[in-house]
């Protein structure tokens, strides 16, 4: 466990970015007419040769839980240049200071429990993966970590999209780029930093859950508040990003949690969240039709406007 605010440990952070980085040469994407078809293909291309062709690819989601209420830990296995997810491997999750528990990959290769924690706190959850009947090649057992992040039922949420909020990257180049290539937005660090400090910090993306861990190592690397990350299954999800959002922001407030700020970069971050009632800031440097945001949202053409407008009293 560490501190609220705090940060993992060196030796963690760094064996999470060996575990998910990729060769320069796995970002190339071929170009082609239609941005959106290059993205899809980039994604799946850039992601199966990470799995490494023949192994797989391991997504240990994080989970956001209040003390007291019941939570899921999931982890998705898949392999191939085509990512096909693995169906009955068996995973253990070690839990702190209880007996380890296990599950097998389902139809979805998703393997979960459910659990309940009485303190509030943030924990890795260390997991190891088992092979059975020759499903994942390679080493007998693989082993990654999800993150739980265990909130005080009181404490509200700030929510904050990744491309073009956080990252300045465009969807279709984040799949060829690495991660020390990919910039930030001057002071977009400082500003959820000093938020963190009253606020638990959730990170809600559109980006394909392809991407999960080379968005958490891109989130650690360039310093971003710890907070739970959340990225869109493309099986499972909503198509469209809007409504994918708010689904998931839907969820975060079922049961009367508050979220205090909402941040994005498109109108359909602002419509997703006023659906839910939650006050926006959508960083863009050029200015929106008159009416494009609905009255909750406010445009900032860059996060030190969204400074000012936050710690204006200060």
Request: glycine residues 8%.
């Amino acid at each position: 466990m560490i501190p609220a605010g705090g940060r993992w440990h060196g030796e963690e952070l760094d064996a999470l970015k060996q575990s998910v980085k990729p060769k320069r040469w796995m970002w190339v994407v071929v170009g082609v007419t239609l941005p959106g078809v290059a993205v899809l293909i980039g994604l799946y291309v850039a992601a199966g040769l990470l799995s490494g062709g023949e192994g797989a690819l391991l997504i240990g989601y994080d989970t956001l839980a209040r003390v007291g209420e019941p939570a899921t830990l999931r982890i998705k296995v898949q392999r191939g240049v085509v990512l096909q997810v693995v169906v009955g491997a068996e995973v253990t999750f070690r839990l702190p200071e209880s007996e380890p528990r296990s599950a097998v990959t389902d139809a979805d290769g998703v393997a979960s429990i459910d659990v309940t924690w009485a303190s509030a706190g943030r924990f890795i959850v260390p997991v190891v993966v088992r092979e059975r009947a020759g499903l994942l090649r390679g080493d007998k057992s693989t082993e990654l970590t999800v993150r739980l992040y265990v909130e005080p039922a009181e404490t509200a949420m700030v929510v904050c999209d990744v491309d073009h909020t956080l990252a300045d990257i465009s969807a279709l180049r984040v799949v060829q780029t690495p991660n020390e290539h990919t910039p930030v937005l001057p002071g977009s660090i400082e500003v959820l930093r000093r938020l963190a400090g009253t606020y638990a910090i959730v990170y809600l993306t559109a980006r394909d859950d392809k991407l999960f861990n080379k968005t958490r190592v891109w989130l650690d690397l360039k310093g971003y508040p710890d907070g739970p990350l959340f990225a869109r299954n493309p099986g499972s999800d909503a198509i469209s990003a809007e409504a994918f959002k708010t689904e998931w922001l839907a969820r975060f407030t079922a049961d009367g949690s508050t979220v205090a700020y909402g941040f994005g970069d498109r109108v359909e971050d602002a419509a997703a969240y006023d659906a839910v009632g939650i006050r926006s800031y959508i960083v863009r440097d050029a200015p929106f039709l008159p009416g494009a945001l609905p009255a909750t949202a406010r445009h900032a053409a860059d996060w030190d406007a969204i400074k000012a407008y936050l710690f204006a009293e200060e």
